[in-house]
C-alpha cells in the first residue's frame, strides 16, 4: 500500500540496475525475427509495475554513462572486474531506452557520470520544490539520500515481508533496522566495509554487522578516526587501513549538484498508448500488449488506433512461454 501524501511524487528508477536484473530473470525469448527480448519484457513489466504501485506525478529511469573521473583518479580499480555486457543484453539495451518514454517515463543520463549521482542531484532538485521522491535501487549508495519525503522501492522478499502488496518504501526506520545506522551514515560504514561488488576494498576482518556497532558505539566515523575514547583494539584494526578508508569516505560520497539534463517538471508521467503498443506488438508480446490495449481504452486512447494485430505469420513468443509460466514482478526482482 502507498502511504498517502499531500506532495507531487517523483520517480527515479535505476536503469541499468533494473536492466540486468530483467535480462537474467527471464531467458529464452526471442520476437518473430529471433531478436532477443526477455530484457524488454521484464524491464516494461517492472517499470509499469511502479508506476502502478507508486502513483507518481512525474517519472525518470536514470542510465549510467561512464565513470566519474574523481573516482578513477582515486581507485584505478574501480568497477574493472566487472564482466562485459552480455551480447544478447547488448542488443536489448537501446530499444528498451527508447520504450521508457513510450511507458510515459523520460530517459536520461549524464556523460560520464553514474546514475547514482545523478539521482542524487535530482533528490536534492525535488526536495527544493517540496516533491517527494522514491528511487527504485538496489544500489548501497544511494541508501544515504533517505530522509523526510525520500524512500526506496524494495520487492526483495526480505524487506517486503508478508501482506504488503508485493513491495515496501524503505524510509529511516527500515533502513535503521536494515543496517544499523541511519541513513545518513551508511557511507561511514561502507567506508569501513569497502564494496566487493564495486572493487572497492574495505578494512580487513570487518563486515557490515561490525562497521555498524562501531558507528552506533562512537557515534560516527569521524569520531573513530580521531580517537578519542576509542577502543584501543578498534584503532589497532583500522590503523593499518587509514589511506584506504580516507579513500572510500570519497569514493562512496555521492555528488550532489551535477547539472540536470532534465528539469524535473518536464518528467510528468505521460504514457504514449499507440506508440507503445506497437512497439509491444512488434516483440509480440501478446498478453502484456492486451493488458495495454485495455489500460489504453480505459483512459481514453483511440481504439482505432489500437484494434490493429499482429500479421498471422508471425510467431507470438508469449504462446512459446504460456502465461502460467511467466513469473511475476514479485518474482522478478525478489
Not at 504462446?319 to 514479485?330: E, F, I, R
Request: aromatic share 6%.
Amino acid at each position: 500500500m502507498v502511504p498517502s501524501r499531500s506532495a507531487e511524487r517523483l520517480l527515479l528508477v535505476d536503469g541499468h540496475y533494473y536492466l540486468y536484473r530483467s535480462f537474467f530473470a527471464i531467458r529464452g525469448l526471442t520476437n518473430s525475427k529471433g531478436e532477443p527480448t526477455n530484457a524488454i519484457y521484464g524491464f516494461v513489466k517492472a517499470l509499469r509495475r511502479m508506476i502502478s504501485d507508486l502513483k507518481p506525478d512525474y517519472a525518470a529511469v536514470v542510465w549510467d554513462a561512464g565513470l566519474p573521473e574523481r573516482r578513477t583518479q582515486l581507485q584505478p580499480e574501480y568497477k574493472q572486474h566487472r564482466d562485459e555486457m552480455p551480447d544478447d543484453l547488448e542488443v536489448q539495451q537501446d530499444p528498451i531506452q527508447e520504450i521508457v518514454p513510450l511507458v510515459g517515463a523520460a530517459s536520461i543520463f549524464l556523460e560520464n557520470h553514474e546514475a547514482d549521482d545523478l539521482i542524487a542531484s535530482y533528490v536534492i532538485d525535488a526536495r527544493k520544490s517540496g516533491i517527494e521522491c522514491v528511487i527504485a535501487t538496489n544500489d548501497k549508495d544511494i541508501l544515504q539520500m533517505v530522509g523526510e519525503g525520500v524512500s526506496v522501492y524494495s520487492t526483495a522478499k526480505n524487506d517486503v515481508g508478508e501482506g504488503n502488496g508485493g513491495f515496501k518504501l524503505l524510509g529511516i526506520a527500515e533502513v535503521r533496522e536494515k543496517w544499523g545506522v541511519d541513513p545518513h551514515l551508511i557511507a561511514d560504514v561502507l567506508a569501513l566495509t569497502g564494496d566487493a561488488a564495486d572493487n572497492i576494498p574495505g578494512v580487513p576482518g570487518v563486515g557490515g554487522k561490525t562497521a555498524a556497532k562501531w558507528i552506533t558505539q562512537y557515534g560516527s566515523l569521524e569520531r573513530i578516526l580521531s580517537g578519542e575514547g576509542v577502543d584501543p583494539k578498534v584503532i589497532e584494526k583500522i590503523s593499518s587501513s587509514l589511506p584506504q578508508i580516507e579513500s572510500n569516505r570519497q569514493m562512496v560520497a555521492l555528488d550532489l549538484d551535477l547539472p540536470l539534463p532534465l528539469p524535473i517538471s518536464a518528467m510528468r508521467l505521460s504514457p504514449d498508448y499507440p506508440a507503445l503498443i506497437a512497439e509491444l506488438k512488434r516483440c509480440n508480446f501478446r498478453s502484456l500488449t492486451a493488458e495495454v490495449e485495455r489500460e489504453a481504452a480505459k483512459f481514453g486512447a483511440g481504439r482505432s488506433e489500437l484494434e490493429s494485430s499482429p500479421e498471422k505469420s508471425e510467431r507470438v513468443i508469449d504462446a512459446k512461454l504460456p502465461n502460467s509460466q511467466l513469473p511475476t514482478q514479485g518474482e522478478l526482482f525478489s
